[in-house]
């Protein structure tokens, strides 16, 4: 019993009247982060922006009302100025800063870069329905299921006889029809 005791206490180190582990985390956290965002995928909640002609314009003219410097290289001063200045372009542009862009923010030049930069939310699979591909590539948008019984193109024969065509998301579950294979054997 002392010998696992003294294994553990090995590992431990005293903080004033806590403890530490010196030994590395094992990474499972890690591991389930980089999870978690690898099943939301590349496109983020991020709502759609046009930038209007005249955003220079409009960031002077919220300068001007809360008595700030137009200058480009004009350093926001402090948090609360940066917080007031941009909740104002907030209301003016409809459109608000993400928080990990808020420490990019320094200047008023850096708000007129952010706010002149459009935001599109097409995901690229989409976008390739609204351009000209050549005529050698063909991209098959809506995909089709084999199903013997409604197959017309090969008379319900399939190149891969025991394998079964299962539906498993919930999203196509009512489009399409699974096909559950004939065995000869159990």
Not at 4 to 29: D, V
Not at 46 to 69: F, G, H, R, T
Not at 147 to 152: A, E, G, Y
Request: proline fraction near 6%.
């Amino acid at each position: 019993m002392q010998v696992n005791l003294g294994k553990i206490f090995k590992n431990l180190q005293t903080r004033g009247n806590k403890w530490y582990s010196t030994k590395p985390k094992s990474g499972g956290e890690l591991k389930a982060f980089a999870q978690s965002l690898s099943s939301k995928g590349f496109l983020r909640p991020y709502k759609q922006y046009v930038p209007p002609e005249n955003v220079a314009d409009q960031v002077k003219n919220i300068c001007l009302s809360l008595k700030l410097s137009s200058e480009p290289k004009y350093k926001l001063a402090n948090l609360d100025e940066k917080f007031k200045f941009l909740q104002s372009c907030f209301t003016d542009f409809k459109h608000a800063v993400p928080n990990s862009k808020l420490h990019e923010l320094k200047t008023i030049g850096d708000v007129i870069r952010f706010y002149k930069t459009p935001v599109n939310t097409t995901v690229s699979y989409d976008a390739l329905k609204q351009i000209k591909l050549p005529e050698n590539l063909h991209i098959q948008y809506d995909y089709v299921r084999f199903h013997p019984d409604t197959d017309t193109k090969f008379n319900g024969q399939t190149a891969f006889p025991k394998s079964s065509t299962l539906v498993t998301g919930l999203k196509y579950r009512g489009r399409y029809e699974g096909h559950q294979a004939k065995r000869s054997w159990p």
